[in-house]
């Protein structure tokens, strides 16, 4: 294994963004067939920020941050 490069270190920390998004949505979707709105909100939100950051690293990533 070589020295790691940006590119390598972005397309992970982008590849765990994704899943954390995915399966705080997963979490949110089952709170809310539990009849636990409020859980799922909260899981919701998470889910919806997961979202947020993964677009922030992607434009810190192609230089776009102001």
Known sequence: MGVPTQGECFE????????AQE???MLSHLAGLNDDKRIAMGWYAI????KHQ?????????????
């Open 23 to 25: 399966f705080s949505a």
């Open 12 to 19: 992970q920390l982008h590849h765990h963004l994704i899943k």
């Open 54 to 66: 993964i677009l922030v690293v992607t434009q810190l990533a192609q230089g776009k941050m102001q």
């Open 47 to 50: 889910s919806e920020n997961f």
